[in-house]
């Protein structure tokens, strides 16, 4: 009985390990497919385009709160 409750357990802790690696297989491939915005080169746009939402969406809310005193 204990071996076969330690083969279960063992079972159960390879399956919870091969689950996130599928998982992780497709994110490399997409990485690579996307590298202007998942490589190093391209997380600046990304933070600029963070930047500038950001900013658009503050001097929007700051005109509009100016506009209607």
């Given at each position: 009985m204990d071996e076969q409750q330690t083969a279960q357990s063992?079972?159960?802790?390879?399956?919870?390990?091969t689950q996130p690696t599928p998982v992780a297989?497709?994110?490399?491939p997409v990485t690579g497919t996307d590298a202007p915005y998942g490589g190093k080169k391209g997380s600046w746009a990304t933070w600029l385009?963070?930047?500038v939402v950001i900013a658009a969406i503050a001097y929007?809310?700051?005109?509009?709160?100016?506009?209607?005193k």
């Open positions: 063992s079972q159960e802790t390879v399956a919870p390990a297989a497709p994110v490399t385009l963070l930047y929007g809310v700051i005109w509009y709160f100016w506009l209607n």
